[in-house]
């Protein structure tokens, strides 16, 4: 990390004199206006638009839709983010900067509903979505915003990544380029809250009970104010959902008034509800430019940024500008100032610094005022982690890669053999009431570092199976989908599977950064060797593991195959490093626990809740194995 503490002290005040010096030339060069744009339904939507006041020539228009609110609200109030963030860029280049209330949330008039369902037969003036909302926005902009040039841009991350999504599906003949980033892509298989089935309880929780976002709150009339909030008893989270206790406690603390919670409770498996709130729905015949991009790290919607791509991919062939960015980020890195680490982990290089730069203000100032040269844009533009450099693809996953198979072995090895004995097994006891801490540290919220997190705590629990390989000789990088191929038998009809795929740092590396703090010139240091860091780890919901639609039960003590996709990986382990997995059946307080028992689990009371025993099978005719997609 290198960061010093005393030399932040010698520049703040120069970072704020800064941000005041361009806080002030936005408001001297930009005017804000507040209006009401109507739907074709007649549903009027709250929008702030920030012009410029230069007439001299005709500026693009760079619009963001928005759950999480336009503010501030007056037009003499002016939004920081043009003016502390890298989006200054935007405002230096004169673009009209937009943002909306989507239908339904704080300003506008409507009925919010969450990942509304892309409606591709619109018939009536009555049969509306996001992209319907879109184009009636981007309309109206273009013929009531004096000085534009006639090209709009869009862009937005997570939930406004969705109405990128969305927008992008409008295929108004004025939108020429959209970012759908770490997009809102489907709830159920492996964005926010859910993982392949299994319910990510805390992010959910919170979302609609303690963000003031007043998710699913009732909104008879447009308002500036935020929801109430749930609260917590328990500031210790782990300690706040265990002693919850199953899920009906959660519906119940919440109360009556989130309608979308109740319908995440009544749609246990993948049914035709959640098919239609899959926003690849919306990614066939797109006619902007579109860029991808997400984070390697991202903890709430890193499979969206990577399979939407994919989507549009397969949907749009020959489309000449879809392309695909994703660097080593936590949720949103990319737009701060600072992407050199998260957690523990450098990365060489202010990256998101870098993606600013090179990628999106290129991207948008190409397609919306025809400058910038966007052909060093690659296909898929990827940071390779571990290795710390960005490499190009002409397509993801990349042609040059081979799956290779790293098999479990009897005593704790990973090998690149099959076993050749007859038996060969681990064990171990899966308890809901002691289950495994998804991170070491006792906190309240939930953790962004946890993605690159040492994995050494876990390692020590006897319910968490532990794999790995000798030093490896040579760099060993993995660029595309990892598959777990489990072999096991459990002695109840249900359970979850953890897998996670871990560098294991050399035992000689000592540190890895150095903080010197003013008042006392006290170094402190951060131990790097034996480091075991979380590279991606992923939940299969044991029910689910033939088919989302139908579950099944397992047979007591009967070997059942357990094959997943654990999602895209894009990182080397270096030699002199190991490559370890670990596989365990809880992930607490992140993911709800499993009963381990074939019930209704958002319906399941305190006591069916169960320990089941897990065998998982390395031996010649029960080889359990990881695939790796490895860059040749």
Known sequence: MKRTFTLFLICFPFLLLAQKEDSVWFVQNYEKKEVYIPMRDGIKLFTSIYAPKDTKEKHPVLLTRTPYSC???????????????????????????????????????????????????????????????????????????????????????????????????????????????????N??????????????????????????????????RPTSLPARSVGYSVHDNYKFYLEAGSLPHLTKLLGDSVPFWKDIMSHPDYDSWWRARDARNATKSLKPAMLWVGGLFDAEDNWGAWNAYKAAEQNNPGKEFNKLVMGPWYHGQWTSNDG??????????????????????????HFLKEKNDVSKIAEANIFISGANEWKTFSQWPPAEKTEKELYLQNDGKLDWSKPTGNKGFSEYTSDPSKPVPYTEDVHFNRTRNYMTDDQRFAARRPDVLVFQTDTLTEDVTVTGNVVADLMTSITTTDADFVVKIIDVFPDYLSYNAVDIYADTNAVVKYPMGGYQMLVHGEIMRGRY??????????????????????????????KGHRIMVQIQSTWFPLVDRNPQQFVDIYHAKDTDFKKSNISIYHNQNEASKIILPILK
């Open 71 to 185: 503010k501030p609200y007056g037009e003499k109030e002016y939004a920081g983010e043009y003016w502390d963030s890298y989006k200054k860029n935007y405002a230096k280049g004169e673009y009209i900067l937009v943002k909306q209330d989507v239908r339904g949330r704080w300003m506008s008039e409507g009925v919010f509903m969450n990942v509304r369902p892309y409606n591709p037969n619109k018939k009536t003036k009555n049969d509306i979505d996001e992209s319907s909302d879109t184009y009636d926005t981007i309309d109206w902009l273009i013929k009531n915003l004096d000085n534009n040039n006639g090209n709009v841009g869009v862009f937005g991350i997570s939930y406004p990544g969705f109405y990128s999504t969305m927008a992008a599906a409008s295929n108004h003949p004025a939108l020429k380029a959209v970012s759908p980033q770490a997009p809102v892509t």
């Open 340 to 365: 050199t680490h998260l957690g523990n982990v450098e990365f060489g290089s202010n990256t998101a610094q870098w993606y600013q730069q090179n990628i999106e203000i290129p991207f948008f100032d």
């Open 545 to 574: 593991r033939n088919s989302y639609e139908k579950p099944s039960p397992f047979t007591p003590g009967k070997t059942e195959r357990v094959k997943y996709k654990l999602g895209d990986i894009a990182h080397a382990f270096k």
């Open 187 to 220: 709830w159920f298989i492996g964005d926010d809250f859910h993982h392949n089935g299994a319910f990510f309880q805390m992010d959910a929780f919170d979302f609609y009970s303690a963000l003031g976002s007043g998710f699913g709150q009732p909104h008879p």
